[in-house]
């Protein structure tokens, strides 16, 4: 038993250090930031979506941007788009369950705002529906998927792909990707932190 959780641990800071030694996802993470910055500078707002641990992760991000990461400041439009139960549970029924993000999409989404799809195979069909919505309404996408990056992978304007087919890996490090991408925009908002180092 002991050694199995040793081993899951080491599994999971391999994926890390694959991670820190990929400079194309360094500087496509760099590059999010960017984005996010400048989409909240123009008054723009940033959706997430994804299903199961990933709808989780979606909405940690959210949190993390309209409440606070490390600096106490002022909110920041961001939501995940499955809080609505009423809504999803509705248009699951009447329409189809691969179309609760794009429905949604074609109503709030506006040209200059992000949505950040997380997919561990980068196929969910609800959000790749959701990434086609978004491109018709001239949005931004960034997706966070494993490896192959699936059918998200053409469909993204920027991808991070963590490198690795293992589901909880995959999220582990898409939620530390996401809390680097939370930090350094606050700080870029609002002034450096003096919580981390």
């Known amino acids: 038993m002991n050694q199995k959780i040793a081993d899951r641990i080491n599994a999971s800071i391999a994926v890390k250090q694959q991670l820190l030694t990929d400079e194309k996802i360094i500087s496509t993470v760099a590059t999010c930031v960017d984005i996010i910055v400048t989409a909240f500078k123009n ?3 940033v959706l997430f979506c994804g299903n199961g641990g990933s709808a989780a992760d979606a909405q940690h991000l959210a949190a993390e941007f309209s409440g606070r990461f ?3 400041r002022d909110a920041l439009p961001a939501e995940a788009l499955h809080c609505n139960t009423s809504y999803l549970t509705a248009v699951a029924n009447d329409y189809s ?3 609760i993000y794009a429905r949604l999409i074609k109503g709030l989404g506006k040209k200059g705002d992000v949505l950040v799809g997380l997919s561990t195979s980068g196929n969910s069909a609800n959000i790749v529906n959701a990434f086609e919505t978004a491109k018709e309404k001239e ?3 960034i997706g966070f998927t494993g490896f192959t ?3 998200m992978k053409e469909i993204s304007d920027y991808l991070l792909n ?4 293992d589901t909880p890996r995959i999220q582990e490090s898409h939620i530390l990707l996401g809390h680097i ?5 606050e700080e870029r908002l609002f002034g450096q932190t003096t919580t981390a180092s």
Request: a negative charge; hydrophobic letters at 40%; one cysteine or more.
């Open 139 to 141: 949005m931004i996408t």
């Open 70 to 72: 490390y600096i106490d």
């Open 97 to 99: 369950f691969d179309l």
């Open 181 to 185: 991408i939370c930090e350094l925009v």
């Open 149 to 151: 990056g699936g059918a």
């Open 162 to 165: 963590v490198p690795s087919t």
């Open 43 to 45: 008054g723009n707002k």
